[in-house]
């Protein structure tokens, strides 16, 4: 097979946790005075919780120190992480689980590459720690997507060079940050890419035979 390992972004290709972000930086921006909607939402998919503060306070009227940002950001994630509370493993599809499974059984090394600080939480709640070599998140980088720090230490976790890495993504941040990182990408889903991924996939479902002998 041309490669050995594969790197998923978490939120939005192994499961879906927008919908709890959404109603987090809801509050976040309501405190700031600042406009949000579905569309400014969709502009903090695959970036840091700062860089999305940054984002949203582009829209308030209002000045805040750092110290207040910091708590701004902490003070959403503690909502978030409430919010999290409610996911089960039902909350990553059967189908995905099948694909992980039959990934597994080809003999290639799996990996988690998030900028979020919360995978490995999210992993637990979703009963899928198992399915993976390593896990690489936000607590272990310090470049958040575009950058690529978090896919190539995911790779060298692995014991992998980028070449025989592909990464899996849904977010135009993580696609850029795949190709600085020297990796092939599927993008998966109905994302604006930048360019074009390696391949073009409808979800992590059509991943095992998508993936060329």
């Avoid at 969709?42 to 940002?69: A, D, H, N, W």
């Avoid at 979020?116 to 992993?123: G, M, Q, V, Y």
């Avoid at 060298?156 to 990796?183: N, W």
């Avoid at 990408?185 to 060329?212: E, I, M, N």
Wanted: glycine share 6%; proline share 7%.
């Amino acid at each position: 097979m041309k490669y050995k390992g594969i790197i998923f972004d978490l939120d939005g290709v192994l499961c879906s946790t927008d919908r709890f972000h959404f109603q987090a930086w809801q509050e976040t921006a309501r405190q700031a005075r600042a406009p949000f909607d579905e569309t400014i939402n969709q502009r903090l998919r695959g970036v840091s919780r700062m860089e999305s503060l940054k984002i949203i306070l582009e829209g308030s009227p209002l000045t805040f120190t750092r110290e207040e940002k910091e708590r701004m950001a902490r003070e959403k994630n503690e909502r978030y992480r409430h919010l999290l509370q409610q996911m089960t493993p039902a909350d990553m599809p059967d189908g995905v689980r099948r694909a992980l499974e039959s990934l597994r059984a080809a003999g290639l090394k799996l990996a988690v590459g998030s900028s979020s600080k919360n995978a490995h939480f999210i992993l637990e709640r979703l009963d899928a720690e198992q399915y993976f070599d390593a896990v690489c998140d936000g607590t272990q980088i310090v470049h958040s997507k575009p950058h690529p720090e978090v896919f190539l230490k995911a790779a060298e976790m692995l014991g992998l060079p980028p070449a025989a890495c592909l990464v899996v993504e849904d977010a135009p941040a993580g696609l850029q940050a795949a190709r600085a990182a020297g990796m092939d990408c599927a993008g998966v889903g109905d994302a604006p890419w930048p360019f074009a991924p390696t391949y073009r996939l409808p979800d992590v479902t059509a991943l095992p035979a998508a993936l060329p002998g």
